[in-house]
Nanobody, 127 residues
Framework: QVQLVESGGGLVQAGGSLRLSCAAS????????MGWFRQAPGKEREFVAA????????RYGDSVKGRFTISRDNAKNTVYLQMNSLKPEDTAVYSC????????????????????WGQGTQVTVSS
């Protein structure tokens, strides 16, 4: 079975940084596209970032551009989300998602396009 496990969440002061990790198991990682999404209480799920399987292309939601960076290490079956200059409105549960067996340039900012999801990790930013 495919399993995605997020880690690295926590409580941080506004302006601080966190690095989230998502480790995948059960399938070859290198032919997957990966995404990060977040959801706050009472809010809809929001696209954060995505990266294609080769790691050469990445996309970001408007609210995090210039502050967050997505990257991947296929040898370790892990995708990362570096979050800098955090704001209180970044508070949410962050989940990683995977889409396997896609073209090298494929990416998506739509949650329904992804096949597998992690359980999420809580990020709380104090004001």
């Amino acid at each position: 079975q495919v399993q995605l496990v997020e880690s690295g969440g926590g409580l941080v002061q506004a302006g601080g940084s966190l690095r989230l990790s998502c480790a995948a198991s059960g399938r070859t990682f290198s032919n997957s596209a990966m995404g990060w999404f977040r959801q706050a209480p009472g809010k809809e799920r929001e696209f954060v970032a995505a990266i294609n399987w080769s790691g050469g292309r990445s996309r970001y939601g408007d609210s995090v551009k210039g502050r967050f960076t997505i990257s991947r290490d296929n040898a370790k079956n892990t995708v990362y989300l570096q979050m800098n200059s955090l704001k209180p409105e970044d508070t949410a549960v962050y989940s990683c998602a995977a889409k396997w067996t896609v073209g090298s340039g494929w990416w998506s900012d739509q949650a329904y396009d992804y096949d597998y999801w992690g359980q999420g990790t809580q990020v709380t930013v104090s004001s």
